[in-house]
């Protein structure tokens, strides 16, 4: 009768601790989906099953926070890639502006540089009539005395 209850108590150790094995197998392949193990028992073994299902709770709910904060940092990136093309387009369009105002400015100075050519030679014409007309004025008067004399 000893022997029956030894091998009866060491079932009910042995089965409990086989299961809680198995679990434990599967948790470190990666599988949380399985489920809690039974409590059945108040001793050790029990105490032990109760400590895999918390732990297995806790890492749950870890692995799940961390799928949560995944899908933040995937959209603050999309955000921050989206934002990037946005400033992209916008410098390429500030240095598409920059081109033109300078290639505006270029103009500009030619177009000036070819306005102070014709002012100078306007200037340059306007001294050469100058000229021609003080000569013109002096010859009148030379002509004049000339006259004033003859009639004399």
């Known amino acids: ?25 599967q948790m470190a392949a990666g599988d949380l989906s399985i489920p809690d193990v039974p409590v059945t028992s108040r001793d050790e073994v029990g105490d032990a099953a109760q400590a895999f299902n918390t732990m297995l709770t806790s890492l749950r709910e ?14 603050a990136s999309e955000q921050l890639s989206a934002a990037a093309e946005q400033a992209a387009g916008a410098a390429t369009d500030s240095s598409r502006a920059i081109g033109q105002v300078a290639a505006g400015s270029a103009e500009q100075a030619s177009g000036t540089a070819r306005a102070n050519g014709l002012v100078e030679q306007l200037r340059e014409a306007i001294r050469q009539i100058a000229a021609s007309a003080s000569s013109s004025a002096a010859e009148v008067r030379e002509a004049s005395a000339r006259q004033n004399q003859m009639a004399r």
């Open 1 to 25: 009768m000893s022997v029956t209850v030894a091998r009866l108590m060491g079932r009910s150790i042995v089965k409990p601790v086989r299961r809680l094995a198995e679990a434990a197998s």
């Open 62 to 75: 870890m692995v799940q926070g961390i799928s949560d904060a995944s899908q933040t940092v995937l959209s």
